[in-house]
């Protein structure tokens, strides 16, 4: 591997899960070692590969802010920066919480933090919480900084306007000095925001390029080897009604009505915070609508949990995927077993070799990239492990799949995989509702798409109507003339 970063530059990071980004970053951090030979050069330190510490990172310059941010939310903004540094101590020594506050005015101003120093980060937005983490890794830099800033998928989890207000922040940086490696799989960004781009694949070095010479297309050879092709929308005879809805009120839902059918892929747009994820998780049972009711398979339906849900043949792919959905420290094969755990009981134990058997033929089936059905989840990239959290769930033969996010910090390679398997998944009778902010997706993948808009569904938009332009018009309430 050989990359080379300029004072600021904003330098793009690309490749498939599993082309070695993260292992890239872990070393030019100094959590893993380069083998013997390579030589990682910042300013006008050099430092072996094999012998960086994540002591000697930090002391040349290198800081990384990871996508989950590692900010503590019941503590206030003056803390969570105090412990990428030091507190404060008064003669007594007790915290000295008037220093402690002034150095964090001095940088809330310096980093363009809307917050107090008293503020906790759970009354900040995602964006916000971005600023607090990127804060605490540079408070100690100069603003004309030579060191490197490292971002790892930033905006995975950041609404559009906040997505623009931090790609905005980081070209202030870049202006000032900053080196940036920034890694995002959203490939609007790299063009919007790099200078360069380096990409990866299979652990090899595929090249760097000026982004200027770059288009979308170019970018998605670059990670996979090959362009694209975009799905075409199957015409798909449909079966029964699965589920109705009637008036449904849930979260900031108010009266939310609509059916979906056997062998149809209906998306759910809208801004966030307009009650996309309530849906499901209420649907799933995790959730109690406050009013209406629902039909699931010609009966009234009213799960009182989860389990209820699952029994009935419903399946939810959480959004956020570490938290809700996975044991990272667990085999593979484990994890595929979870929901259906009690059929692998023989006598009095569980059946290690049925469940190995069973996960490694899952894992064939639904195209997960492993080394073996007993290697630990979290050895696998974050496309990987979405496809053993949705192959978990498919291998039950779910009628109604129920997706948010799904492809959320996945590459362009398997982001069509995983569409491929619930396109499978409809084509064999399942409905499957998908909730993404990624309007273009929902206009590839869906063939029906309703709209949330003020707590109700505000546009039903079918056939040609199903295009990202359209979605994004009706989600901010526009007329056919804005």
């Given at each position: 591997m050989?990359?080379?970063?300029?004072?600021?530059?904003i330098?793009?990071l690309?490749?498939?899960?599993?082309?070695?980004?993260?292992t890239?970053?872990?070393?030019l951090?100094?959590?893993?070692?380069?083998?013997?030979?390579?030589?990682?050069?910042?300013?006008?330190?050099?430092t072996?590969?094999?012998?960086?510490?994540?002591?000697v990172?930090?002391s040349?310059?290198?800081h990384?802010?990871?996508?989950?941010l590692?900010?503590?939310?019941?503590l206030s903004?003056a803390?969570n920066?105090?412990?990428?540094?030091?507190?404060?101590?008064?003669?007594?020594?007790?915290?000295?919480?008037?220093?402690?506050?002034?150095?964090?005015?001095?940088?809330?101003k310096?980093?363009?933090?809307?917050?107090?120093?008293?503020?906790?980060?759970?009354e900040?937005?995602?964006?916000?919480?971005?600023?607090?983490?990127?804060a605490?890794?540079?408070?100690?830099?100069?603003?004309d900084?030579?060191?490197?800033?490292?971002?790892?998928?930033?905006?995975?989890?950041?609404?559009e306007h906040?997505?623009?207000?931090?790609?905005?922040?980081?070209?202030?940086y870049?202006?000032?000095?900053?080196?940036?490696?920034?890694?995002?799989?959203r490939?609007?960004?790299?063009?919007?925001?790099?200078?360069?781009?380096?990409?990866?694949?299979d652990?090899l070095?595929?090249?760097?390029?000026?982004t200027?010479?770059?288009?979308?297309?170019k970018?998605?050879?670059?990670?996979?080897?090959?362009?694209?092709?975009?799905?075409?929308?199957?015409?798909?005879p449909?079966?029964?009604?699965?589920?109705?809805?009637?008036?449904?009120?849930?979260?900031?839902?108010?009266?939310?009505?609509?059916d979906?059918?056997?062998?149809e892929?209906?998306g759910?747009?809208g801004?966030?915070?307009?009650?996309r994820?309530?849906?499901?998780?209420?649907?799933?049972?995790?959730?109690?609508?406050?009013t209406?009711?629902?039909?699931?398979?010609?009966?009234?339906?009213?799960?009182?949990s989860?389990?209820?849900?699952?029994?009935?043949?419903?399946?939810?792919?959480?959004?956020?995927?570490?938290?809700?959905?996975?044991?990272?420290?667990?085999?593979?094969?484990?994890?595929?077993?979870?929901?259906?755990i009690?059929?692998?009981?023989d006598r009095?134990?569980?059946?290690?070799?049925a469940?190995?058997?069973?996960?490694?033929?899952?894992?064939?089936?639904?195209l997960?990239?492993?080394?073996?059905?007993?290697?630990?989840?979290?050895?696998?990239?974050?496309?990987?492990?979405?496809?053993?959290?949705?192959?978990?769930?498919?291998?039950?033969?779910?009628?109604?799949?129920l997706?948010?996010?799904?492809?959320?910090?996945v590459?362009v390679?398997?982001?069509?995989?995983?569409?491929?398997?619930?396109?499978?998944?409809?084509?064999?009778?399942?409905?499957?509702?998908?909730?993404?902010?990624?309007?273009?997706?929902l206009?590839?993948?869906?063939?029906?798409?309703?709209?949330?808009r003020?707590?109700?569904?505000a546009s039903?938009?079918?056939?040609?109507e199903?295009?990202a332009?359209?979605?994004?018009?009706?989600?901010?309430?526009?007329?056919?003339?804005?």
């Open positions: 050989d990359l080379e970063i300029r004072a600021s530059e330098h793009a690309v490749g498939g899960n599993g082309s070695g980004k993260s890239l970053i872990k070393i951090a100094g959590i893993y070692q380069g083998d013997e030979g390579g030589v990682i050069r910042i300013g006008d330190v050099e072996p590969a094999a012998a960086m510490t994540p002591e990172a930090r040349a310059g290198v990384v802010v990871h996508q989950d590692g900010v503590f939310l019941d903004v803390e920066l105090a412990l990428g540094s030091e507190y404060e101590m008064n003669a007594a020594g007790g915290i000295d919480w008037r220093a402690l506050n002034r150095r964090t005015k001095e940088l809330i310096r980093f363009e933090i809307d917050a107090r120093p008293s503020t906790l980060l759970r900040l937005g995602q964006g916000a919480r971005t600023q607090v983490a990127i605490r890794a540079l408070q100690h830099q100069a603003e900084s030579d060191g490197l800033l490292i971002l790892d998928e930033p905006t995975a989890s950041l609404p906040e997505v623009a207000l931090l790609l905005d922040q980081l070209r202030r870049a202006s000032k000095g900053q080196a940036i490696l920034y890694v995002s799989h490939l609007d960004e790299i063009l919007a925001i790099s200078d360069k781009v380096t990409g990866l694949r652990g070095l595929v090249g760097t390029f000026d200027a010479e770059l288009d979308e297309n970018l998605i050879e670059l990670i996979v080897g090959k362009g694209l092709e975009a799905p075409a929308r199957e015409v798909r449909l079966g029964e009604v699965v589920l109705s809805a009637d008036q449904l009120a849930v979260g900031p839902l108010q009266d939310v009505s609509f979906i059918r056997e062998g892929i209906v759910i747009a801004l966030l915070g307009s009650g994820s309530e849906l499901l998780r209420c649907i799933f049972g995790e959730l109690h609508a406050r209406g009711s629902m039909t699931y398979q010609g009966e009234r339906f009213s799960p009182r989860a389990k209820d849900s699952i029994q009935a043949g419903i399946a939810l792919v959480p959004e956020n995927r570490v938290q809700e959905a996975v044991f990272l420290d667990h085999p593979i094969a484990d994890n595929i077993a979870i929901p259906a009690s059929r692998y009981w009095a134990r569980i059946s290690r070799r469940i190995n058997r069973d996960g490694l033929a899952t894992m064939t089936k639904f997960v990239k492993a080394t073996n059905e007993s290697a630990p989840l979290s050895t696998l990239s974050g496309g990987n492990q979405q496809k053993v959290v949705l192959a978990r769930w498919l291998s039950l033969d779910p009628r109604l799949l997706l948010d996010e799904p492809t959320q910090g590459d390679g398997a982001r069509a995989e995983i569409y491929q398997l619930v396109r499978r998944a409809a084509m064999e009778g399942a409905a499957a509702m998908v909730v993404a902010s990624d309007f273009e997706e206009a590839q993948v869906c063939d029906r798409v309703l709209v949330f003020g707590g109700v569904v039903e938009l079918i056939g040609a199903v295009n332009q359209k979605i994004t018009q009706m989600a901010h309430g526009m007329g056919e003339d804005e």
